[in-house]
């Protein structure tokens, strides 16, 4: 769907208080914080801003931010576990502003981590910007995954099947959704107004999952590192313009 100046607005001033969620657990990550602590962080984000949260109650999830540490993938519940040096932890948040929605990920590492780790979550961010760098009119929209999985595959890695990125607006998950794999076709043409979130989850071993007796947490299923990195992306006439950075 394509938005109007108005909503694209809106969706600026959401996609701004996730970069906040985003810059507030960043700084909150270190050996010994829990994840309900993260948690706890990124609701205070959303009250300070007068936003809503989009993920809390989402189908009846319990928080406003998905914490997933190490083989995690995505959707992981904040709780009681204790973040420990060497994890990865991918932390998701979402926002709402009158109405409008922002998405966004990143993965950080706790305290010191591995080369191997760190070459993930390098890999995984710039496979990200790949793909935001062909959201361009008149492109078409599966050009995205096709990028995100040149760069991610290049590096050895591989990229999740069952779990992709979407548009956006007035619902978090709107029609259609974005691969981060080429899907056999070139999809839509892209036209200005549209709105992205963009979020390749790349693992190092095997792209199969599975989710734990919780409901949610997606896990890799050779127990290997994953690493997601997601924004909010609108198309403009001057090109992408990214609505989740501060
Ligand atoms: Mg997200
Ligand atoms: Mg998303």
């Known amino acids: 769907m394509r938005r109007s100046s108005d909503e694209l607005n809106k969706m600026r001033k959401a996609g701004k208080v996730v970069a906040e969620m985003h810059e507030a657990t960043r700084a909150a990550i270190r050996p010994g914080v829990t994840t309900r602590e993260l948690n706890e962080v990124a609701a205070e ?63 950080a590492g706790v305290g010191q981590v591995s080369a191997a780790a760190q070459k993930l979550l390098d890999v995984t961010e710039r496979s990200l910007w790949a793909g935001i760098d062909q959201l361009v009119i008149g492109n078409r929209l599966h050009e995205v995954g096709r990028a995100v999985q040149k760069v991610a595959e290049a590096a050895g890695y591989s990229v999740v099947r069952e779990y992709v990125g979407h548009a956006i607006g007035t619902e978090m998950h709107e029609s259609p959704q974005v691969p981060n794999y080429w899907p056999g076709s070139p999809g839509p043409t892209l036209k200005e107004g549209m709105v992205f979130a963009i979020e390749p989850m790349v693992n190092v071993g095997s792209y199969d999952t599975y989710v734990l007796d919780d409901g949610w947490s997606v896990m890799t299923s050779d127990g290997q590192l994953s690493a997601h990195f997601e924004h909010t992306i609108a198309l403009t006439d001057n090109g992408p313009e990214v609505f989740t950075v501060a």
């Open 45 to 107: 984000v959303l009250a300070n801003r007068g936003a809503r949260s989009n993920f809390l109650n989402y189908h009846g999830f319990p928080a406003v931010i998905c914490t997933s540490p190490n083989d995690m993938i995505v959707h992981g519940i904040p709780g009681d576990y204790r973040l420990k040096e060497g994890d990865i932890l991918s932390v998701d948040c979402g926002a709402i502003i009158e109405g409008y929605h922002g998405d966004a990920a990143y993965t």
